[in-house]
């Protein structure tokens, strides 16, 4: 059943689509690391999660301000990743298909996520900005 919220928007956005998509493939990838890498694999998760997780309390913020801050908490997170899997490829601890599947949909979703920024920080210049809650 789909439910509807006036404070779920969030969930239309293509950016935060990917940014799941892109956690469900890092849980896939890193879930069968062995003991002594699971910290490697935790942290790697969490920071895929991390992405659409600030995503989505930005856009629950009512402030722009406090939005535009979750959505660089978002870039910042993207950065973590980043490092994240190409480090683990260098250390030969992930393939070259799983490095390049992670890395063409991170590459889209950071991509996806400046657009945005760039979009937010238009409307603070004087843009009209809806502070109040809207329906879906």
Do not use: T
Not at 112 to 125: C, G, P, W
């Amino acid at each position: 059943m789909e439910r509807k919220n006036i404070n779920r928007g969030f969930k239309k956005l293509r950016v935060w689509q990917d940014a799941v998509s892109l956690y469900v493939l890092a849980c896939r990838i890193f879930a069968g690391f062995p003991f002594e890498l699971k910290k490697a694999a935790a942290n790697s998760i969490d920071a895929a999660h991390s992405i659409s997780r600030n995503i989505s309390e930005g856009y629950r913020r009512r402030s722009l301000k406090e939005y535009l801050n979750h959505l660089n908490f978002a870039l910042g997170s993207c950065g973590e990743f980043h490092l994240c899997y190409v480090s683990l490829k260098q250390a030969g601890q992930i393939s070259d298909d799983d490095h390049e599947e992670l890395d063409a949909l991170h590459y889209r979703v950071e991509n996806e996520l400046l657009k945005l920024i760039e979009s937010v920080q238009r409307k603070q210049k004087g843009e009209a900005w809806e502070d109040n809650f809207q329906p879906e």
